[in-house]
């Protein structure tokens, strides 16, 4: 048990130093070692999560998807799906699937733990607007979106900035990746929406 503890508190140092392959095989190991010793499933599930987390900053996206997929699942079958974990979860998976350009799978995701975020945890909770914003993404920077999605997208991140910015202020980070979201969706929105001009 105090092994487990050390190798925990060390990934997380090594993480929060941004010495992301220096944390990987202490992450690996880790969860190893909980596998081995039959830890509990949410123990587990944490862990997967710091890995997926690892992976993500060491641009292996595949990996992290994966593993936050498996994190996500399990949550899901463990917490069920109005859990603060779940839906941590949910939002951690659908990410990491807009990193991979795979937007249907994270739009499908997304299209059911939004709801359940504004339902749980309020409309104004900063999960509920995260989550909006990376639907907006979602939206636009699909190369097949519609007109109708770059404007839900771009209606969706106004209301998500003015809540962000009354709540947490506009030097806070998430207020600032809604605004920088919020110019590309308009700029997306923008370029469809003007017709060409060229013969």
């Known amino acids: 048990v105090v092994r487990i503890g050390a190798m ?25 070692m909980l596998r081995r010793v039959g830890a509990s499933e949410d123990s587990m ?25 498996d994190a996500y699942s399990g949550r899901l079958k463990l917490d069920g799906e109005q859990d603060l974990g779940t839906l941590q979860a949910a939002s951690n998976y659908a990410n990491a699937l807009l990193n991979l350009k795979r937007f249907e799978d994270a739009k499908a995701l997304l299209r059911k733990s939004v709801p359940t975020a504004r339902r749980v945890l309020g409309e104004n909770d900063q999960l509920t607007l995260k989550m909006r914003k990376i639907y907006a993404r979602a939206l636009y920077e699909d190369a097949s979106a519609t007109l109708d999605d770059l404007r839900e997208a771009v209606t969706m991140l106004q209301d998500a900035e003015r809540a962000t910015r009354r709540l947490l202020g506009g030097a806070h980070p998430l207020t600032g990746d809604i605004e920088a979201a919020l110019r590309e969706a308009q700029a997306a929105l923008r370029a469809r929406d003007t017709p060409s001009t060229s013969g």
């Open 8 to 32: 925990n508190l060390l990934g997380n140092g090594l993480d929060a130093a941004c010495h992301y392959e220096d944390a990987l095989p202490v992450r690996e190991a880790h969860l190893a």
């Open 45 to 69: 599930l944490i862990v997967q999560s710091n890995l997926a987390s690892t992976y993500q900053m060491l641009r292996r996206v595949e990996e992290a998807s994966e593993m936050y997929r």
